[in-house]
């Protein structure tokens, strides 16, 4: 059987997450325990589903932290467009729009056009940039990106548990 390409991970994995992510945070939604744990272990099971190996020569581990960094920063933006609140019955809720949902469909677009792009239009560009830089192939790039979603879902969920703690009640039955 042949091996999933980068692009093809890149989708379902991107694919995946998005949906559960918008599907639990847009409108107006109860924080649950069970909410947040969803979108964790969803990209949980698409990185062990898809990392094949942890590449750690050259400089495979600095671009795999960097795809962490990158879902922290994305995480921690997606975030800013999620409302928190603390109903009158002391229930937290969340209010998502089109701006959480646009940073979402953006990050999620770039991660498989770029997997598309390395295959299709750039890949001798991709090629010499690994050779110049260390970076051993495929598995590192499709690792960055995967540790980029689970990374941005974690920082997205420390987020709201901070923010959680600073709301105080408010009447949201208006």
């Not at 469909?105 to 690994?130: C, K, N, P, Q, T």
């Not at 901070?162 to 949201?172: E, G, H, L, S």
């Amino acid at each position: 059987m042949k091996e999933a390409s980068p692009f093809w991970i890149a989708l379902i994995a991107s694919v995946s997450v998005l949906a559960i992510v918008l599907a639990t945070d847009l409108g107006h939604r109860a924080l649950t325990r069970w909410r947040l744990a969803r979108s964790l272990l969803a990209v949980v099971i698409v990185c062990g589903i898809f990392v094949r190996s942890l590449p750690t020569g050259g400089n495979d581990v600095p671009l795999q932290l960097a795809g962490i960094g990158a879902g922290v920063l994305a995480g921690v933006v997606a975030a800013k467009f999620l409302v928190v609140e603390r109903a009158s019955d002391g229930r937290v809720m969340t209010r998502g729009g089109f701006g959480y949902a646009a940073v979402w469909v953006v990050l999620s677009a770039a991660r498989v056009v770029f997997a598309y792009g390395a295959e299709h239009w750039f890949a001798e560009d991709i090629v010499m940039f690994s050779i110049e830089h260390g970076i051993s192939g495929q598995d590192t790039y499709a690792n960055a990106f995967l540790f980029m979603a689970l990374a941005m879902v974690l920082a997205r969920s420390g987020v709201l548990l901070v923010r959680t703690r600073r709301t105080t009640p408010v009447d949201v039955s208006a």
